[in-house]
Every structure is written in C-alpha cells, then in structure tokens.
C-alpha cells in the first residue's frame, strides 16, 4: 500500500525564516498529494493539495511541487509566522481510500 | 457551509465500558471516515462508510463498529474499552463523485480510557 516519511521534528524556526518540510512517498501509480495541518489542540485542515505530476498546491503562503521523479512533495513557505506553529502531515490519497498518514513534522515559531 | 462536526468534545471512561461517537459529515458529502490519532502520532484509519454500509476497514479489532444514518451521519461504537484506546478519534468526509479523497476533517473527540 501507499506510505509516506516526513522528516523527524519538531523544527524550530524564528519568525520570518524560510521553511521546508520534506515529504516523500511510496505509491503504485500516482496518487493526489496532501498536506494538512493540525493546530494545537483541533482536527486536521487541508491545507493544500496536488492531483498529477508537476502540478503545484498552494495556500496561505504555504507551496508544495508534485515531483514524480523523486516522488516527493516538499512543503514550502517563504516565511514563517508564529501562527504557523502546528503539526503538519503529508500523505497520499486515491480514489475512495483512506488516507495514509506519517507522524507529521512538529514546527514551532518563535518570535 | 456547515463543516464536519463531532461530539462530545472529551470523554472520559472506564476500561471495560462502551463509548459512542457522533459525526456529522460536511454538507453535501456522502462518505464518511474514522481515524484514530495517538498521542504524538498522525491518524491511523478505522474504517468508511458509503451508503450506510462499511465500505473499507483498517487493521482495528471487532470492538470497533460503525454506523451511517440515511442522513449520512455517522456512529463509531467502542466496546469492552482498554487504556490503549485513548486517543482523539476523527471523522472525515468526502464526496465519493469526486473521487472521495479530498477528506475534510471534524474537530475530533478526545477519549480518555482510565
């Protein structure tokens, strides 16, 4: 089945620093791509989405490229506010599956 | 737009004991899913329902069951309760003519087994 790794947190980051969180994935085929973030003490927001290669999924800030070659989907932003603390999850998704979700990346901003 | 919406926000129960859980999905959304999350771990699927039947299930025990409403709404049951259930469980919905796996997540409830 589809799995995925996302690099070990938690990441700590001041205010205004550029932010990667690196997401590769194992598939059959090509699944979309998600990511989505769970704040502090709430459920999962989708927070941006891929459906093919070289599509790129955005929102908030936050950017995420298809890559099939390395079958990666880096999460990316420019910089970083505090209130983007939270935990963020890759994973795979096809058709009517479930989605498959790593442990997430714990990112803390300070100011 | 109504989101998913879950309850109760917290519970707290005794090993041994039986607990339900109500989820409702997002308007317009047919599909519903359940995730456990662990403290400290993404969301392991529990099972989905289309149609008011159970359409898929992950590697969860018996104890586990489910329900889907005519109104899509749904129920997810936890029986003979152990300390290793405590968990925040999460409900997601979808739109299966969309391919269903665009999931919106609810709030969660969170479960403490004592």
């Known amino acids: 089945g589809d799995s995925v790794t996302q690099m070990e947190g938690p990441v700590t980051l001041s205010e205004e620093a550029f932010l990667t969180i690196n997401c590769t994935y194992t598939?059959?085929?090509?699944?979309?791509l998600f990511w989505y973030v769970q704040y502090p003490g709430e459920g999962l927001q989708l927070l941006l989405k891929a459906t093919k290669a070289d599509d790129k999924g955005s929102n908030k800030g936050f950017e995420a490229t298809y890559r099939k070659e390395t079958t990666s989907f880096h999460l990316e932003k420019g910089s970083v506010q505090v209130s983007d603390s939270a935990v963020y999850f890759c994973a795979p998704g096809r058709g009517n599956t479930p989605l498959v979700f790593g442990k997430g990346t714990r990112l803390s901003v300070i100011a | 737009d109504a989101g998913v919406t879950q309850s109760p926000t917290h519970l707290i129960k005794t090993r041994g004991q039986q607990v339900t859980l109500r989820c409702s999905p997002k308007s317009g959304h047919d599909t519903v899913s359940w995730y456990q999350q662990a403290l400290g771990q993404g969301p392991q699927f529990i099972f989905q329902y289309y149609e008011e039947e159970e359409r898929q299930r992950g590697n969860f025990p018996d104890r586990f069951s489910g329900h889907q409403f005519p109104n899509y709404s749904s129920e997810l049951n936890v029986n003979a309760l152990l300390l290793g259930d405590s968990a925040l469980y999460l409900c997601a919905s979808s739109l299966v003519v969309t391919g269903g796996h665009e999931q919106y997540f609810g709030p969660g409830t969170r479960l403490t087994v004592t």
């Open positions: 598939a059959t085929g090509y699944p979309s």
